[in-house]
T-cell receptor, first 115, second 115 residues
Framework: AQTVTQSQPEMSVQEAETVTLSCTYD???????LFWYKQPPSRQMILVIR??????QNATENRFSVNFQKAAKSFSLKISDSQLGDAAMYFC????????????FGQGTRLTINP | ETGVTQSPTHLIKTRGQQVTLRCSSQ?????VSWYQQALGQGPQFIFQ???????GRGNFPPRFSGLQFPNYSSELNVNALELDDSALYLC??????????????FGPGTRLTVL
């Protein structure tokens, strides 16, 4: 079974600075998807960024980018120019390409933005 | 385009009772997945429905059951409620085409409290 580990329960960063959230996963599959979801205090889970394992190029969405290291099974999220609205729980998630395609989530990292 | 909606927002039940939670999928989506998120934890996959059939199930007992309707909306039913069932229940919809499932988009959740 696949597992996802987020080793940082909490992180904080100054507004306008850069922060990196860590995620590692365990799988025997070669083709899969990885995601970062954001859950603000209002609780609706929002997709931040998605990475397909067969793509070597790291995904980027505006101020959000990932560092995908397939051999190391590492998938970190970098947030540049942090904004107050970035404050939230961030979840790393894994999904197989085949089968029920359920999302397997990590425990989450609570990100605080200091003004 | 209408997003994923869930009802009710909050619910309080007592042990042994039964509960039904509802989810309307995003326009154009044909698959619904349900997740349980205990306080301070990442979401756990309960099951997924596609074409009104269960399409995968997580490690949850049979008293967790579901339905999907022809309009792709879905219900989650929980019988014989236990205190540990207190959680945020998240619904996510996606589009399944052949063996490929697109990204899952989440609703705002239903907060269930069991007393």
């Amino acid at each position: 079974a696949q597992t996802v580990t987020q080793s940082q329960p909490e992180m904080s960063v100054q507004e306008a600075e850069t922060v990196t959230l860590s995620c590692t996963y365990d799988t025997s599959e070669s083709d899969y998807y990885l995601f970062w979801y954001k859950q603000p205090p209002s609780r609706q889970m929002i997709l931040v960024i998605r990475q397909e394992a067969y793509k070597q190029q790291n995904a980027t969405e505006n101020r959000f980018s990932v560092n995908f290291q397939k051999a190391a099974k590492s998938f970190s999220l970098k947030i540049s120019d942090s904004q107050l609205g970035d404050a939230a729980m961030y979840f790393c998630a894994y999904r197989s390409r085949e089968g029920a395609q359920k999302l397997v989530f990590g425990q989450g990292t609570r990100l605080t933005i200091n003004p | 385009e209408t997003g994923v909606t869930q009802s009710p927002t909050h619910l309080i039940k007592t042990r042994g009772q039964q509960v039904t939670l509802r989810c309307s999928s995003q326009s154009g989506h044909n698959t619904v997945s349900w997740y349980q998120q205990a306080l301070g934890q990442g979401p756990q996959f309960i099951f997924q429905y596609y074409r009104e059939e269960e399409n995968g199930r997580g490690n949850f007992p049979p008293r967790f059951s579901g339905l999907q309707f022809p309009n792709y909306s879905s219900e989650l039913n929980v019988n014989a409620l236990e205190l540990d069932d207190s959680a945020l229940y998240l619904c996510a919809s996606s589009l399944l085409r052949g063996s490929f499932t697109d990204t899952q988009y989440f609703g705002p959740g239903t907060r269930l409290t069991v007393l």
